[in-house]
């Protein structure tokens, strides 16, 4: 995030209070990111002279209860999450990954918000609300669930940022390499480099020692491999493995075939080759 983005975002924040859903919590997680000393107020009614940001209340710019609440292009309704994200997911995030953020995460939540249909992660932050026969009050089980939500975004963009200082170690070893196995001298976040590539492999150390050998998707949509190992490696014991294979270090392959392993660089590439050279 650039050190100016936090002034845009005001002090003081008010949403509603009582129960509370994935849009208001996730909502207010995002916030306290963007601005770590805002303080937020819940409430039934937001006050007349309230100079702060106004979020899934409130019939204003971040409110989506009103007749005309705004829609994305495909047709998702926006929920407090959602319209938040659009004002500011750039901040923390490039706008790819932002659009991206949207449609895979954002996009079921507010469509849960909006319509009550079944989402798990909804529901698990609707359990953070105090039983029918409970006395607990609601905040506390609303800043519990901010907390958790906080950590989720948290993580997430931790992650983002990794692929983004990634990106130059997967593109100087895909100039490096062959065009169909790439070589990684350390492991790097590497889908979003290679998947559309030519690159049909990739091989890198494996925090358990060796070599992984893991197959390229065909996009981040289609997970199936662009080349497959061969089936009847998939699950296999080291000893057959190295039988069928003939290469003498080939320890291992996932049973769903989408990964493999090997002690030594050398064989590691060439457990790829292999799967090249036969591929059906």
């Not at 994200?85 to 918000?113: M, N, R, T």
């Not at 529901?123 to 989720?152: C, H, K, L, T």
């Not at 289609?222 to 080291?238: H, R």
């Not at 290469?247 to 090997?262: E, K």
């Amino acid at each position: 995030m650039k050190e100016d983005d936090k002034m845009v975002i005001p002090s003081k924040g008010f949403t509603h209070g009582g129960k509370f859903h994935s849009d208001d919590v996730f909502a207010t997680a995002f916030l306290r990111i963007l601005n770590p000393d805002i303080k937020i107020q819940r409430g039934f009614e937001v006050p007349e002279d309230f100079d702060g940001i106004v979020y899934d209340i409130g019939r204003g710019e971040f409110d989506h209860h009103q007749s005309d609440k705004k829609y994305r292009e495909n047709g998702c309704p926006y929920a407090a999450f959602g319209l938040l994200w659009a004002a500011y997911g750039e901040c923390v995030v490039s706008a790819e990954e932002a659009a991206y953020f949207d449609e895979k995460f954002i996009q079921p939540l507010d469509l849960s918000d909006n319509t009550g249909c079944a989402n798990t992660l909804a529901q698990i932050v609707d359990e953070f609300n105090p039983g029918w026969d409970s006395y607990e009050p609601y905040d506390y089980g609303f800043w519990r669930a901010v907390d958790m939500a906080e950590i989720i975004l948290k993580n997430h963009f931790t992650s983002v940022a990794g692929i983004e200082r990634g990106r130059k170690l997967v593109q100087k070893a895909m100039e490096e390499s062959d065009g169909r196995i790439l070589v990684l001298d350390r492991f790097a976040p590497w889908k979003q480099e290679v998947i559309g590539s030519t690159y049909q492999f990739v091989v890198y150390p494996s925090n358990r020692g060796g070599y992984s050998i893991q197959g390229v998707a065909v996009s981040r949509e289609d997970q199936s491999l662009v080349c497959e190992f061969p089936k009847e490696w998939w699950g296999a014991a080291t000893e057959d493995l190295q039988k069928m294979s003939g290469i003498p270090t080939h320890r291992f392959c996932h049973p769903n075939g989408f990964l493999c392993a090997a002690e030594t660089l050398e064989d590691a590439i060439k457990v790829a080759e292999y799967a090249i050279a036969n591929k059906e």
